[in-house]
């Protein structure tokens, strides 16, 4: 049974950053598109950004030049690096991992800014 684990949310100020570390318990297909969706108070979730496996990223227009995803498949590990935050940005940052018909999510990591 795989489990997503997500680490290094927390609080800062605007202009700050962030880094966002997901790791799966298990092991897992290699194969597999890995992402990063958000939930501010109020709204639908949304996606932040996604890779695949041949490191092809995907991000949402309002990330564009601000945010980077990567990933490590040996250590079935994917991060979100965040730069120049904004008070919109702030939210509940849940990893994602699909493929083949499986979708795996981990149980959030809440990011604030302050302005």
């Known amino acids: 049974q795989v489990q997503l684990v997500e680490s290094g949310g927390g609080s800062a100020q605007t202009g700050g950053s962030l880094r966002l570390s997901c790791a799966a318990s298990?092991?897992?297909?290699?194969?597999?598109?890995m992402g990063w969706y958000r939930q501010a108070p109020g709204k639908q979730r949304e996606l932040v950004a996604d890779?695949?496996?041949?490191?092809?990223?995907n991000y949402a227009d309002s990330m564009k030049g601000r945010f980077t995803i990567s990933r490590d498949n040996a250590k079935n590990t994917v991060y979100l690096q965040m730069n120049s935050l904004k008070p919109e940005d702030t939210g509940v940052y849940y990893c994602n991992i699909r493929g083949l018909g499986v979708i795996l999510w981990g149980q959030g990591t809440q990011v604030t800014v302050y302005s």
């Open positions: 298990g092991s897992i297909f290699s194969f597999y598109i």
């Open positions: 890779i695949t496996s041949g490191r092809i990223t």
